[in-house]
């Protein structure tokens, strides 16, 4: 990977608030999609958890205050 570009979005949604979150890389090369595809989808997408679940957490203890 060369470079990698998240992009967090916020906005609401009814009562609570819609959380969007994408991300972009740049490979060094076209023969590296077929390994960094999978491999990215799996790691980004079990970071990506951890972090909403955080933030959930803080939130409600934010709300809680």
């Known amino acids: 990977v ?3 570009n998240a992009d967090w979005r916020f906005g609401p949604q009814g009562n609570d608030t ?3 979150w994408s991300y972009v ?5 076209v023969l590296a999609w077929p390994l960094a595809k ?7 997408g079990t970071a ?5 679940d955080a933030l959930a957490i ?8």
């Not at 890389?25 to 090369?29: A, I, M, N, Q, R």
């Not at 999978?38 to 980004?44: G, V």
């Not at 990506?48 to 909403?52: A, F, K, T």
């Open 58 to 65: 803080d939130v409600a203890r934010v709300e809680s205050c």
């Open 38 to 44: 999978p491999l990215l989808a799996w790691c980004m």
């Open 48 to 52: 990506m958890r951890r972090c909403l």
């Open 25 to 29: 890389f740049t490979l060094t090369g």
């Open 18 to 20: 819609d959380v969007t």
């Open 2 to 4: 060369r470079e990698g």
